[in-house]
């Protein structure tokens, strides 16, 4: 999760988190040679005064600077799509989970079971345990396998809400009538803390979303408890 004056990403959980931080580097890195090299340009017009006419006239230096863009769009645009495509790849799933947004809280249904389902609501500040999270915890934590592929269904009964875990690279609009997809895998155990990402009412700031990673053996003794 992220902590006090963080400027970078959360740590990645998932592949897909790994490929989106990598992609942010590469394309921060082209940002900053860019903008370095339109600085020493601007620099120089400014404090020279000398003007080469051939230059300012040359078609070598307009076919230049109308391929050069082009070549760094198509360094960017190729691996953005690749994680893309990674993204909204299903690679059969062994474990399938419905997730419904209220107003306002989460409900999980694990379709796999005949009858395991919860509803997930925020811990109100005045009955949280020392150690624990404001605005962050709640009672009924989303447990799931570690270095499995999960399918999550995502929708919802009332409004628009959105349901994201930053360190996993997820984010998926919860929108009513509609069936959305994606899929997650944790390389890591672990607790992972989401937020509402979408403005939809007036305590969408209180539907925090907790997952806890365990291994599989310690899954199958937590569902076998819940049934």
Known sequence: MAYPLQLGLQDATSPVMEELLQFHDHALMIVFLISSLILYIITLMLTTKL?????????????IWTVLPAFILILIALPSLRILYM???????????????????????????EDLSF??????????????????EVDNRMVLPMQTTIRVLISSEDVLHSW??????LKTDAVPGRLNQTTLMSTRPGLFYGQWSEICGSNHSFMPIVLELVPLENFEKWSASMV
């Open 164 to 169: 994201a875990v930053p360190s996993l690279g």
């Open 87 to 113: 993204m909204d790849e299903i690679n059969d799933p062994s474990l399938t989970v419905k997730t419904m947004g209220h107003q306002w809280y989460w409900s999980y249904e694990y379709t796999d079971y």
């Open 51 to 63: 003007t080469h006419t051939s230059t300012m006239d040359a078609q070598e230096v307009e076919t």
């Open 119 to 136: 509803d997930s609501y925020m811990i109100p500040t005045p009955d949280l345990k020392p150690g624990e999270l404001r605005l962050l």
